[in-house]
């Protein structure tokens, strides 16, 4: 055999492990996906919506006090993370820039986004629910948030550098001040980004148990009380997936199905605007 | 006037994301050194976790999240850089755009939907092949690879995206195969890149709770074989938090917590400040 002979059969070899390494990836991902997908839809019905929570067996069970409370968890935690992380991320931007308190902010909020989950709800027990005496969707909303704020606050901060220097020259050169200039100009020219983040950034914690298991824990009935426990989508899914009741195991995969569709959604939207605001 | 107002509120949002990650390190501290002056070092060294004697070690749990990770990278790194190398060198535009993006949004399915995959679909299989329960540090170890494996292969794959296309360009006009221009071109160019981003998804895998909760077992043992049931660090915590009846045992639990943001801080700080940092350097 040859030396190019060996090369061609080596680099066949290599990109068929390759393809090969891919085919298996996809396969088990699919694998998930259609057990996600047939699950959930099996177990869809109108009830789900109708209902809240009920002891295995019986009829009219649902999924109506989890929805509900995902929603006010998430909303909430929206409510309290979007502001906090945009602020943060045009004071890295526009003030802050290239300075090292800069630079130390931007590396803490990376090292902030991977950092494992159930410590954030560790810390949230300790400082809210502990001292209030009680889980509360309070707790449960501002774990989402402390979660949510450096997601955003990166993206903020690299979709406000996108915006061309000679936008805000000229707004200042107009005599506008620096605070309207980054309302007005700034903000305006980064719109599409700073709301992908936004949507990434939620799609990114409504898809989170290990933090609410100890702040908002969880509840079988429909609650608005934002200091009582409140249930949602994730740890009901968590709770009647390891029970040992069928139904409960049913009602599991539709809460799965429902919120993957939700998270799936807000991220395909998400694309969906950056891609648009680029073209543009 | 308003400028001023502006500018302090921004300025504090930006330190709000300081002081709420030293304050998470004081809390926890703080929670935890009761059990760190009751048991010292033995917290880390021994594996007898008995809340009915008041006595935890947490060697199993640390044990258990470092074999878990390990076993998890172990498999999910050979074929992250085939998947990612497949993306980037092979597939047609198409395929690769629309395989790209699946792979991006599998990785934002909520973790949880992994674990419950694991414990209804494969934790059966395993069963059957291995016997025994099927539920042990293996079956965590392979559910944690799957769920690692979308993440891991998009950021390797922007990685090897990083080579400069004249450099491959060059490598083949001298002949090289495509397998050539991968081993001796893509993969020493963007080498620092891809380790980050392998170290990054291992920062993850970490901290993971709900993919490995269901298919753990929960047991503080440290496992004989790969096939036993254990435990690890968020396993415990998501079991036993609410349950924790005595002053000490919250304390240890708070140690756990501890230990394991110090685990994934490391972790990540090398992945982002030596691997990653030199990659934004180069550019």
Do not use: C
């Amino acid at each position: 055999m040859t030396a190019v002979q060996k090369r061609i059969i080596v680099n066949k070899l290599a990109l068929a492990f390759s393809t090969l390494s891919a085919v298996i990836a996809l396969s088990f991902l699919f694998w998930i996906l259609g057990v996600l997908v047939m699950k959930g839809v099996d177990a869809l019905s109108w009830n789900i919506f109708i209902y809240e929570g009920s002891p295995p067996g019986y009829e009219d069970s649902g999924l109506k006090h989890a929805l509900i409370g995902q929603l006010i968890l998430v909303g909430l935690a929206t409510i309290i993370g979007v502001p906090l992380g945009i602020m943060a991320g045009t004071y890295l931007s526009e003030y802050g820039k290239n300075s090292k308190l800069a630079h130390t902010i931007r590396d803490i909020s990376d090292i902030m986004m991977s950092a494992p989950s159930i410590v954030i709800g560790a810390f949230v027990y300790a400082v809210i629910v502990m001292p209030m005496g009680h889980f509360s969707a309070w707790a449960g909303a501002i774990a989402l948030a402390i979660m949510m704020i450096p997601i955003i606050l990166r993206t903020t901060d690299d979709m406000l550098q996108l915006v061309p220097g000679t936008l805000r020259e000229a707004a200042f050169a107009l005599g506008a001040p620096k605070y309207k200039v980054i309302i007005d100009v700034v903000y305006r020219g980064a719109k599409a980004g700073i709301l992908t983040g936004v949507l990434l950034g939620i799609a990114r914690v409504a898809g989170e148990t290990a933090p609410l298991l100890f702040t908002s824990f969880n509840d079988n009935f429909f609650t608005t009380d934002l200091n009582a426990a409140m249930p949602s989508l994730t740890v009901t899914m968590f709770n009647y997936a390891i029970s040992p009741y069928d139904d409960w195991q049913q009602l599991g995969w539709a809460a799965a199905f429902i919120l993957s569709m939700f998270i799936l959604g807000l991220n395909i939207l998400g694309r969906l605007i950056l891609l648009a605001g680029k073209r543009k | 006037m308003i400028d001023k107002i502006f500018l302090n509120m921004t300025r504090t949002s930006a330190l709000l994301i300081l002081f709420i990650v030293a304050w998470i390190f004081v809390v926890l501290f703080n929670e935890s050194t009761e059990a760190m002056q009751t048991f010292g070092l033995d917290f880390i060294t021994k594996d007898e976790w008995a809340p009915n004697l008041d006595k935890f070690g947490a060697y199993a749990a640390i044990f258990g999240s470092v074999a878990s990770t390990f076993l998890a990278m172990l498999l999910a790194i050979p074929i992250a850089i085939g998947v990612a190398i497949f993306l980037s060198e092979i597939a047609h535009d198409k395929i690769k755009g629309f395989f790209g993006v699946s792979i991006e949004l599998l990785a934002a399915i909520p973790s949880v939907i992994y674990g419950m995959w694991g414990l209804f679909f494969f934790v059966p299989i395993l069963r059957d092949i291995f016997g025994g329960m099927g539920i042990g540090l293996l079956a965590a170890g392979i559910v944690l690879a799957i769920m690692i494996l979308p993440f891991m292969a998009a950021v390797t794959r922007d990685a090897m995206n990083t080579t400069p296309d004249i450099l491959k360009e060059s490598a083949y006009a001298l002949g090289g195969t495509q397998w050539d221009v991968i081993k001796d071109v893509i993969i020493p160019y963007a080498k620092a890149g891809i380790i980050g981003s392998l170290i990054l998804a291992l920062g993850r895998a970490i901290g993971e709770t709900m993919a490995v909760t269901f298919v753990m077992g929960n047991v503080h043992h440290t496992p004989n074989s790969i096939m036993d049931p254990t435990t690890s660090i968020p396993v415990t915590l998501a079991n036993e938090f609410t349950e924790a009846d005595s002053s000490l045992y919250f304390s240890s639990l708070f140690g756990l917590a501890l230990t394991l943001l110090i685990m994934s801080f490391v972790v990540i700080a090398i992945a982002k400040f030596y691997f990653l940092r030199k990659v934004r350097k180069g550019q």
